[in-house]
Nanobody, 120 residues
């Protein structure tokens, strides 16, 4: 199983970016999918997460600016980031809880990370 994240880049304060993450490989089911971020010198933190039933949880520090969505048919999760601030600068990681075999429990997988830089 692989998670491929894309969409990061350099954007000015107030701008927008849309991150995408697609899971591929032998996948029986995906439960939670979400995004974490890690800024330089800081610990990784949860940004947003969504279940396969559509429930979502957004971190307070991005609530009202970021939106998470998911396409179950494509095994994909997206993060729409609006009104970006310099403090949003970080490497953003995609995460998913995936069941590979019917007899095996789900486990979490991580994407490679995509860098988001918010700067003028």
């Amino acid at each position: 199983v692989q998670l491929q994240a894309s969409g990061g880049g350099l954007v000015q304060p107030g701008g927008s970016l849309r991150l995408s993450c697609v899971a591929s490989g032998t996948i029986r089911s995906i439960n939670m999918m979400g995004w974490y971020r890690q800024a330089p010198g800081k610990e990784r933190e949860l940004v947003a997460i969504t279940s396969n039933l559509g429930s979502t949880n957004i971190a307070d520090f991005v609530k009202g600016r970021f939106t998470i969505s998911r396409d179950n048919a494509k095994n994909a999760v997206y993060l729409q980031m609006n009104r970006l601030k310099p403090e949003d600068t970080a490497v953003y990681y995609c995460n998913a809880w995936i069941q590979v075999l019917p007899s095996a429990p789900s486990r979490d997988y991580w994407g490679q990370g995509t860098l988001v830089t918010v700067s003028s």
